[in-house]
């Protein structure tokens, strides 16, 4: 089993950053790929960023190409997101998975989740 406990969100105004952090503890080394997704209500959960928790590959969904980043810290089992330039369009929950594939933009993928923590952009 591994839990996640997403950390970072906020209300933040539109052009500002924020970084989001993700720590995974339980069983970590039996994480292959971990991810970000985010949801707003009525809508599907949509694919951000995903890292490969041993090499760092890294992939970002088209929302994130230009203005954030996904990185790790393998030494605190802790995932991030620098995301910048934020537009009212990035209103979401944001989650962080985990899961013992590769890096994929699947939801069904991960099979741990974190609670998801909430970003808000305002104009």
């Known amino acids: 089993q591994v839990q996640l406990a997403e950390s970072g969100g906020g209300l933040v105004e539109a052009g500002d950053s924020l970084e989001l952090s993700c720590e995974a503890s339980g069983r970590p080394s039996s994480v292959g790929a971990m991810a970000w997704f985010r949801q707003n209500s009525g809508k599907e959960r949509e694919f951000v960023a995903s890292?490969?928790?041993?090499?760092?590959?890294?992939w970002l969904g088209d929302s994130a190409k230009g203005r954030f980043a996904i990185s790790k810290d393998s030494a605190k089992n802790t995932m991030y997101l620098q995301m910048n330039h934020l537009q009212p369009d990035d209103t979401a929950v944001y989650y962080c998975a985990a899961g013992d594939s590769g890096i994929t933009a699947t939801p069904s993928a991960y099979a741990y989740w974190g609670q998801g923590t909430q970003v808000t952009v305002s104009t």
């Open positions: 890292i490969s928790w041993s090499g760092g590959n890294t």
